[in-house]
T-cell receptor, first 115, second 115 residues
Framework: QKEVEQNSGPLSVPEGAIASLNCTYS??????FFWYRQYSGKSPELIMF????GDKEDGRFTAQLNKASQYVSLLIRDSQPSDSATYLC???????????????FGQGTILTVHP | KAGVTQTPRYLIKTRGQQVTLSCSPI?????VSWYQQTPGQGLQFLFE???????NKGNFPGRFSGRQFSNSRSEMNVSTLELGDSALYLC????FGQGTNSPLHFGNGTRLTVT
């Protein structure tokens, strides 16, 4: 089982729709959760981070975390063609253990927003 | 504030050679992490340096090494290059070490091609 798994995609949504990106993780000791966006040929760019169960909203983006289910998601409202990119879920463990502090990434989900 | 700067942007090397990549973190950031990104494996953690000390290391062979200087700048070295080392190498800095919740901020990467 991979440490961080994302829905493989690609995900295609029409402009103006809600895009839903999902991520599950295997390490129950994980404490911090991040979403990065990576445009083709560019480096990952931080969109949001979430540490507590529940929802966190930032503009058109909402991150949702459920530690009991080991699940984190990213919702993009009013999707725009400029949102077309690969979205990377990343998870970090708390102190302790061999994976202390290491940020582990999922494989990414390719999102395409078509006009 | 300037972002993370990586040099060079592109490198072409021959099998058996060695290569050194450089990274300057965001001013004030003390932690530098290195990742390898390939289409098949995604983003794989190489190592993290904080205050000139290696704090964490991924599952890469000893041919991959790094160091950090007193000004937080970091270098990564790969010796005896193999074809499989062809990848995008990303450097990321954070204000505090990866053992905290500090988000990582990525540079533009160095694209290494081994022929």
């Amino acid at each position: 089982q991979k440490e961080v798994e994302q829905n493989s995609g690609p995900l295609s949504v029409p402009e103006g729709a809600i895009a839903s990106l999902n991520c599950t993780y295997s390490d129950r000791g994980s404490q911090s959760f991040f979403w990065y966006r990576q445009y083709s040929g560019k480096s990952p760019e931080l969109i949001m981070f979430i540490y507590s169960n529940g929802d966190k909203e930032d503009g058109r983006f909402t991150a949702q975390l459920n530690k009991a289910s080991q699940y984190v998601s990213l919702l993009i409202r009013d999707s725009q063609p400029s949102d077309s990119a690969t979205y990377l879920c990343a998870v970090k463990r708390s102190a302790g253990g061999t994976s202390y502090g290491k940020l582990t990434f999922g494989q990414g989900t390719i999102l395409t927003v078509h006009p | 504030k300037a972002g993370v700067t990586q040099t060079p942007r592109y490198l072409i090397k021959t099998r058996g050679q060695q290569v050194t990549l450089s990274c300057s973190p965001i001013s004030g950031h003390r932690s530098v992490s290195w990742y390898q990104q390939t289409p098949g494996q995604g983003l794989q953690f190489l190592f993290e340096y904080f205050s000139e000390t290696q704090r964490n290391k991924g599952n890469f062979p000893g041919r991959f090494s790094g160091r950090q200087f007193s000004n937080s700048r970091s270098e990564m070295n790969v010796s005896t290059l193999e074809l499989g080392d062809s990848a995008l190498y990303l450097c990321a800095s954070s204000l505090f070490g990866q053992g905290t919740n500090s988000p990582l901020h990525f540079g533009n990467g160095t694209r290494l091609t081994v022929t």
